[in-house]
């Protein structure tokens, strides 16, 4: 159910969608995750529809996240990616809970437990872990302590699309201070794992809906979740400020378990377009 305020719902529609092509030298099968996630099927007024140039067959499955994905057979040449969606939204900034608690480790849920670890690009077990309680061990543990660490990461690390590097681990963020969106979600996630707070990524479209108009318009996007009073709420350390029309594509414990598309041989990327418009008038 949606937030209702005193003057009613705030829906809004947002149309969604991308077209992507890439080049292969050879044929080569890929897993796509290219797909709204299922959580938004109630709120998909015109479904998503994956539509593949040359026409090619997709078995569709979820994995153990519960993300939607595709696998395909790639043909040698240029294959192309389009989708398109409308999508019913709240049309309010995310959901903010001042008083949510933290649960204490013993009393998590077993599937919640996963998102405590360490992972491909969260380094739980590193230096982060005694920085992590040198930072943010005196502040209130629940929602104060995530905004904390939101806070401080949003300060750390500047962004710079030409910095962007897929290697790059939330211990190489802390130290170079500098990154895309992924790398501010992974330096916060780890903190957060480190302090006992549950966190994962996820990844989506993000547009510039009630913002200020930029040069470079928002598509794809990161932002986190973190576990706190029984349920995930939603934060955002490189933009640190509520923000309206968040539709999630996938999640899982950091980048690596939320490509776009991986291809298990050689292929060129030779186009990216992704839109994320609210419409008006509907």
Known sequence: MWPISAGGPHFMLIKVGYEIAFVSPQPAPMVLMLYLHPTRA????????????PPLPVAEYHDLYGNKCGRIAAPAGRVVFRNEALVEDCGLPDLQAPQATQAQVQDLPNDVLLYLLASRYCEVDSELKDVAWR???????????????????????????????????????FRERVGVCRDFMHLAITFCRNCNIPARYCTGYLGDIGVPAVPSPMDFSAWFEAYLGGQWYAFDA?????RVGRVLMARGRDAADVALTTTFGVNTLESFKVWTDEVRGN
């Open 42 to 53: 109630l709120t998909t007024r015109q479904p998503d529809r994956l539509a593949i140039r």
């Open 135 to 173: 930072l943010f061990g005196e502040t209130p543990p629940g929602w104060a302590r995530v905004q904390a660490i939101t806070n401080f990461v949003h300060r750390h690390i500047r962004f710079d699309y030409q910095k962007a590097r897929a290697n790059r681990t939330a211990l190489d963020a």
């Open 238 to 242: 490189r933009n640190n400020v509520p």
